[in-house]
């Protein structure tokens, strides 16, 4: 679908923009009309900014966020629940905590810019519920400013470099639901994961991970360890509510043999393109049988499953999913 692209400049659009009346200001200038006595001009009440789609602006930006942080422009941001600045260009963030002003905001795509460090002042954004950070320059050490947003529901900051996540301060993140790490440097996750009882999906494909924590969130629906160095699943098997398990493109070695006892919800294994596995549990198919769970092993050149495997079962997943 085309969506037309605003083509005014960003302080064309904040200058347009209405400043936000306070409701107990607008009642009283209802009141003041219908009494009859002689007032000031009323305000004339329009929908103010709700949502900010400046994408794409990397000459406006010019590499920071001066141009959109400034305190004059405050006043007509205090209902932005959206602000969306992908692919802008924009590597210094230090202006940023300005948005603490803006109480209802709650979603802030910062997508493809080069970006290599946040600023702290980011924390005082509490009312943030999704971050995207997708295809930035974030190296080293998980931004720490983001353990400190109380309300983050949804973050995503794939294709990246960064190499380690918190131990201790993850578990801050209490209402995080979608965790997704993909393309990063991770060679390990830190076992205080299983400390976020919310976390529902994980996404940690193509990193570096030899291993999983010996205990995973049980809050767990979808966990996506594709492309990595696993050679044993570890505990996974005690994500009691798992529903999706993709875990092709390691070193898997052997499966866990009550997996779909234990994951009774589980409806997609997927475990292809494991070169040394050389065998998976009979009780595996046969529990698949009756739970509805798809197993897709093929192709995996050194396994030969159970003789009455049907055509079903040889779906061929790419190494790289």
Request: charged letters at 25%; proline letters at 7%; aromatic letters at 4%.
């Amino acid at each position: 679908m085309f969506i037309k692209k605003d083509l005014r400049k960003i302080p064309k659009i904040l200058d347009d923009a209405i400043e936000c009346v306070d409701v107990a200001d607008a009642d009283a200038g209802d009141k003041e009309m219908k009494s009859g006595v002689p007032t000031k001009k009323r305000i004339k009440l329009q929908e103010p900014l709700q949502e900010l789609k400046l994408g794409r602006r990397k000459q406006e930006f010019n590499g920071s966020l001066k141009i959109l942080c400034q305190p004059t422009y405050i006043p007509k941001l205090q209902q932005l629940k959206s602000l969306n600045l992908y692919d802008c260009a924009i590597s210094d963030c230090s202006s940023i905590g300005l948005l603490e002003a803006c109480p209802m905001l709650e979603i802030l795509n910062l997508g493809r810019n080069p970006i290599s460090d946040l600023p702290q002042e980011i924390s005082q954004l509490r009312s943030l519920k999704q971050i995207w950070l997708d295809d930035c320059s974030l190296q080293g050490d998980f931004p720490s400013a983001l353990c400190d947003l109380p309300e983050l529901a949804v973050l995503k900051l794939p294709n990246n470099r960064i190499t380690k996540l918190p131990s201790s301060d993850i578990a801050k993140m209490i209402n995080l639901r979608v965790l997704c790490m993909d393309r990063n440097l991770l060679e390990e996750l830190p076992v205080e994961l299983q400390q976020l009882k919310c976390l529902q999906e994980l996404f940690v494909r193509h990193n570096q991970l030899t291993s999983l924590p010996m205990s995973l969130p049980t809050s767990l629906t979808v966990l996506h360890v594709s492309s990595n160095k696993l050679t044993n699943l570890g505990n996974v098997n005690h994500c009691f509510q798992l529903k999706t398990l993709y875990a092709n493109g390691n070193q898997l070695e052997q499966l866990p043999m009550t997996l779909l006892d234990d994951c009774h919800q589980l409806e997609r294994l997927v475990v292809s393109h494991n070169p040394p596995l050389t065998q998976v549990p009979a009780s595996l198919f046969d529990d698949a049988a009756h739970t509805n769970c798809k197993i897709v092993w093929k192709p995996n050149p050194q396994l030969t499953p159970p003789q009455r495997t049907t055509q079903e079962d040889v779906e061929m997943t790419p190494a790289t999913e």
